[in-house]
Structure formats: structure tokens, C-alpha cells
């Protein structure tokens, strides 16, 4: 029996999920986590085969969460979802130790798929997002400077783009506030912005958020 843990901060989201997978009969659904923190706990706790990883999530979010879990267990493998397809966000996640990467518009047989391929030890991407990160690969003076960010510098930038204040995140990311400034410093240098607001346009003109966000 594979057993898999679900982790976004929707309700509808992971009920959703859990109906497409609990009818497979070798999978068994153990727990579920609103957040990075409590997918963290959870997996120490239940040690699970599978993680279904929302990366857009409150507190320490699903990449930070997938780097501890990673840290923490060999044998638990995870599976991040996005609504992004475009790079940084496909190749941040898998740099960061995730088997697999599907956005949040896979097909049911996809995501099932998905599971039996990293239990297997097997690297699963969806097609598209896979031929996107080629594509970055091999063309080093992309146009999309979040490319040139680090995994704590995008995970700044993402949180400065929803409003977030400094002091709560850096108690997200459990560093202090000077911490956050000169990572934001680095970032806006790299990105040639100099407010939040010039990098909330920035970050959706490369489809990093939503339009509804600013």
C-alpha cells in the first residue's frame, strides 16, 4: 500500500484530490496539511511514500517544506503541484529534492500515473513543463530574470508579491528581519526594481502570480 499525504491550504483542493485517489486500490490517503509546517510534522510523524505538495502555501510554503522533508527522509518522495508551468518555479521545486512536478490542471490518470512512477524511483515533470525547463536549459540568456534568483530569493520575492511584511517573514522562514532585507536587497538589484510594487508587475508579467493578486 502506498501511502501518500496531501498538503495545500484548500479545502476543495485536497478533497478534490483525495477523491481521485482514494478509489485506486493501492493507495491509502494518511493525513492532510494546510501548510508547510504541518506537512513537515506529518511526515515525521507518518512517514509517508508520497507527499502531494501544493508549492503556493502559507507559512514556510511547499518549497521550503519539500527541502526539510527531503532532508528528512530518503524514502518519502514528493510530488509539488502548481498553477505555474514557467520556469523558476519547476525547476526551483526539483532542485529542491521533489521527484515530480504537475500543475494543478493534470488529469486525474496523470497524477496516478505520477505516484507509481516516483515510487518507483522514477523522476516524473509534466510534458509541458518539462520541455519549458529544456528550453531554459539550453538558452542561458532567458529573458526571465527570476531564473537568476536563489531558492530563498524567490521565496522572498513570492511572499513580498501577496503583501507580506518583513518581521512576518521572516518568522516564516525562521530567520530574522536583517536576513530578509539583504536577501530583498540582492533580489531587487538582480530583478532592477525598486519597490514591491514594480516586483509584483514584474513577477506577473513573467506569470509568476495572478493579476487578481495586484
Known sequence: MIKIILADDHDLVRRGIRRILEDVVDFSIIAEAKNGEDAVQLCRKNAPDVVLMDVNMPGIGGLEATKRIVRMSENTRVICLSM???????????????????????????????????????????????????????SPNSDNPFNDLSDRELSIALRLTKGKRVPDIATELSINAKTVNTYRYRMFEKLGVTTDVELSHLALRHKLIDSNLL
Not at 520556469?87 to 521527484?99: C, L, R
Not at 490542471?105 to 516524473?124: C, N, T
Open 84 to 138: 505555474h508551468k514557467e520556469s523558476p518555479i519547476p525547476m526551483q521545486v526539483m532542485n529542491a529534492g521533489a521527484f515530480g512536478f504537475l500543475t494543478k490542471d493534470a488529469e486525474p490518470e496523470e497524477v496516478i500515473r505520477a505516484i507509481h512512477k516516483v515510487v518507483a524511483g522514477q523522476k516524473y515533470i509534466d510534458s509541458e513543463v518539462a520541455n519549458s525547463i529544456a528550453i531554459d536549459k539550453l
